[in-house]
């Protein structure tokens, strides 16, 4: 079975350009994650996904932060415009439901903004 | 809201030898999950063990178990037989219930020496 696909794993920007983040979770699971780590921190949650749904947004600085999960699927996670502190690893998860404790979670994108 | 506590940032332990990491958590729900994740330098974060709080029984997988003290809420990962391919961040994670978010402490770095 394959797990959480993330692309791409490094991105290396200047402040005040656009990124975008892919993420394919493992199939048939109907939540999706994105989170942020920063350097020497554990990951803190930004979205969460019931299927096409974002049903808990509320970490998410919606000024210059953007995600979608068309057709419950594939997500995307947007940043624009990119500030220095934007740097940090932007990881997805997923697991079957929002009831389900497991979380499976990619690789990870590590993202510099300079 | 709930809060897990990493305090320990480091730690070293002898390959083949026992090394414990602590962690202490917060919440106001009664039944929950704890999780110690480990995040080698790939990055992928990969869930080591888990606990249900309305078990008793300590949770264990192979070379790893955990002290789960509900009163004191207090729940520490040991690790037996030490081995190189241990080398890495471990978070402590506590998901309160359906529809919650998944806590994570700031983790804690642990190297194997040989």
């Known amino acids: 079975e394959a797990g959480v696909v993330q692309s791409p794993r490094y991105k290396i920007i200047e402040k005040k350009q656009p990124v975008a983040f892919w993420c394919n979770p493992i199939?048939?699971?109907?939540?999706l994650y994105w989170y942020r780590q920063n350097l020497g921190q554990g990951p803190e949650l930004l979205i969460r996904?019931?299927?096409?749904?974002?049903?808990?947004d509320s970490q998410l600085p919606k000024d210059r932060f953007s995600a979608e999960r068309l057709k419950g699927v594939d997500s995307t996670l947007k940043i624009q415009p990119a500030e220095l502190g934007d740097s940090a690893v932007y990881l997805c998860?997923?697991?079957?439901?929002?009831?389900?404790?497991?979380?499976?979670f990619g690789p990870g994108t590590r993202l510099t903004v300079t | 809201a709930q809060t897990v506590t990493q305090s320990q940032p480091e730690m070293s332990v002898q390959e083949a030898e026992t090394v414990t990491l602590s962690c202490t958590y917060d919440?106001?729900?009664?039944?929950?999950?704890l999780f110690w994740y480990k995040q080698p330098p790939s990055r992928q974060m990969i869930l080591v063990i888990r606990?249900?709080?309305?078990?008793?029984q300590n949770a264990t997988e192979n070379r790893f178990s955990v002290n789960f003290q509900k009163a004191a809420k207090s729940f520490s990962l040991k690790i037996s037989d030490s081995q190189l391919g241990d080398t890495a961040m471990y978070f402590c994670?506590?998901?309160?219930?359906?529809?919650?978010?998944?806590?994570f402490g700031k983790g804690i770095t642990l190297s194997v020496r040989p």
């Open positions: 998860a997923s697991s079957l439901s929002s009831g389900t404790h497991e979380q499976y």
């Open positions: 996904y019931e299927n096409e749904e974002a049903v808990d």
């Open positions: 606990q249900e709080a309305y078990k008793q």
């Open positions: 919440t106001s729900e009664s039944n929950y999950y």
């Open positions: 199939s048939g699971h109907n939540t």
């Open positions: 994670a506590l998901f309160p219930g359906a529809n919650s978010k998944l806590t």
